[in-house]
DNA sequence: TTGAAAGCGTTACCAA
DNA sequence: TTGGTAACGCTTTCAA
């Protein structure tokens, strides 16, 4: 190793606390005081200190402060996928409820991918952040039991807890399906269609649920059927959109309720480019989720407006109250209810 | 203060390499080199160790680790808006390109907010990341000399340097708006519109002048006017659409260029929604980004494809050398081409 | 191959 | 109001 003053660092060397404390002529506590408890120094020399710290530059080491503290003031969020608006709305909500109660926010993004939701889980783990929030993909993990094992305070978004030792934050996915179907038979449909992939997403299966209970209640005047898809994409609503179009006009649903937005979209477009059927005369059809990637097609699409906002913002406040320990905190889930948002594409009288 | 032994804890307390050192019957000092340099230690107490950690669950505080060491392995990408899919991009190249090198990526999201940006690098600062990368918003912020100052390393994502003791990555705006003009014109059009903020936003100014320079080049036989706009969103889309709608037909452009694909989009939908007006035919249209919001517009948009993920991984691996110090590392930018990606939206011919 | 001890830059306590 | 000093949990010498 070089002797640390046989050659010019390349860049300045960052001033520390004693370096502060040196050339302000006090010592080393009595900055650290000026930072985290200026009311216990005389105005002069919290003065002189405060000149010294703008004049270094000096800066806390953070790694630092959360050793010695402790404690750390960050909260790290691992989200399943930033390319939807939901998820990036709950970090928009989590990270305004966590500056105000002081904590900074900082995101990893799993991009769907389960490897990485663990890696960063485990980074999160390792940085002891103050906490962790967590947008999980569907299916088992390992990370989530690392991370409670070690006493990490965790919050679950849009999913499910799998044991009953942290809180979560939910959409009412059931019921979002159940006033899907509910418009639609008002707006007059009578053959419903629901499509998603029920079986490798939760959510969606939920929602498919609701809507079978709305068809149920009405006794056999309406009716109900599943067009499972792969995932929900913009190509997976392309296919549909295809199916649809094909089917004999008797067969044909007068309602689709598709599991997303995206699906949606895709719907949408191929059966308006390839087809003479007309939303929402021929075809109503509602979205789910109010996702701006969809707020641009030509027909304004109907949806399900989830409430990813305030998800974050309680997801951020739950879990801030458990690293607190504010009156020994009791884990709980809250679950919020989705908004029926209802545009051009489902609209059909009004 | 409770003594630490006169109640349990609420969480199990997270064990320390002293810990594991204890159960496994060695010092502290091998602990660390199980973890650090495995080949030092025999493979009998490697083994044992590694048990031990397995058992007791431990992991390596980070903060500590970083402190001992002076160097974090974390690097921070504060980034000015995560609901466009270019900077979405970025970030997933840049994480690549961290993980190959061993390093891991934390996004902090901007949202188009200079005090939140500022706030981000400083707590980038603080926590004392390996390096930043910044995809800043446009004008000056405060936060980046003062990261710089600290001799943090940075790399300016799509944004020219203010000063040249930084890397940068870039997209070639100028070339794209020449290839843009360039395509049109050969598509027929020979009165071109351009429409941008092109007053707010260095990138699309950049992209007028390509564009102005194509038809510079024409010599007389295009031309090319300016209408601005006051962003680049879906909504300013809209208020040009109306614009050319209500043109008289020799003032209308038979080309437009909209600075962004939202733009584009929202002229899209307006022009067909609220005219007889058909693309190309009538007017041909074509975006920049390609970004996928506006993928599942009923038109597929032509645009310019920027080259987000290489951008991202390109910044990161300048970043990591900058860290690193690799050949003494020497500052650079670096300056990508966006690739012209041809759709209905403006194809006339093939 | 293993152990002991000196930092790393803070915080928080107790004395002065 | 200030100063001194022992932690915090780890890495990294240097000895054994």
């Known amino acids: 190793m070089a002797r640390s003053d046989d ?42 200190i405060r000149r010294v710290i703008q004049e270094l530059g000096f800066v806390r080491n953070g790694a630092a402060q959360s050793l010695a503290r402790g404690i750390s003031t960050t909260i790290g969020f691992v989200i399943i996928d930033l390319s939807n608006s939901f998820f990036l709305d709950m970090s928009r909500g989590a990270e305004q409820a966590a500056a105000e109660a ?24 390792q940085q002891r952040t103050a ?22 305070p965790l919050v679950l978004l849009n999913a499910a807890p799998q044991t009953s030792d942290h809180c979560a934050v939910l959409a009412h996915n059931e019921h979002g399906g159940y006033l899907a179907a509910r418009h639609l038979i008002e707006q007059g449909c009578r053959q419903l269609a629901f499509c998603g992939n029920i079986d490798a997403l939760p959510p969606i299966r939920q929602r498919y649920s609701g809507a ?11 009716r109900l059927e599943l067009i499972p898809t792969c995932e ?23 309602g689709v309720i598709a599991g997303a937005d995206l699906l949606a979209a895709g719907i949408v477009q191929t059966v308006l480019s390839q087809s003479d059927l007309r939303f929402p005369q021929d075809v109503a059809i509602i979205g789910y989720d109010d996702n701006r990637s969809a707020w641009n097609a030509l027909i304004p699409l109907s949806t399900l407006a989830q409430p990813g906002l305030e998800m974050g913002r309680l997801a951020a406040q739950l879990l801030i109250e458990e690293i607190t320990g504010r009156q020994g905190h009791r884990h709980r ?4 209810e989705p908004q029926l948002v209802v545009r051009d594409s489902s609209r059909r009288r009004g």
């Open 102 to 125: 002081g904590f900074a926010l900082i995101l990893a993004n799993s991009d769907m991918d389960m490897a990485r939701q663990d890696t960063h889980l485990d980074l999160f783990d």
């Open 232 to 254: 929900v994409q913009v190509g997976d609503g392309v296919k549909v959109g295809r199916q649809v179009i094909e089917r004999e006009t008797a067969w044909r649903p007068d």
């Open 131 to 152: 906490g962790v929030l967590l947008a999980p993909l569907p299916g088992l993990f390992s990370g989530l039991e690392r991370a409670r094992q070690h006493g990490q």
């Open 333 to 336: 889930q809250i679950v919020l």
């Open 212 to 222: 079978a209970r709305a068809v149920a209640e009405t006794n056999g005047a309406v």
């Open 7 to 48: 050659r010019v660092p390349e860049g300045q060397a960052m001033p520390r606390m004693s370096d502060v404390a040196a050339v302000a002529g006090v010592s080393l506590g009595t900055v650290s005081n000026a930072l985290n408890h200026p009311d216990r120094l005389s105005p002069a020399t919290l003065k002189r």
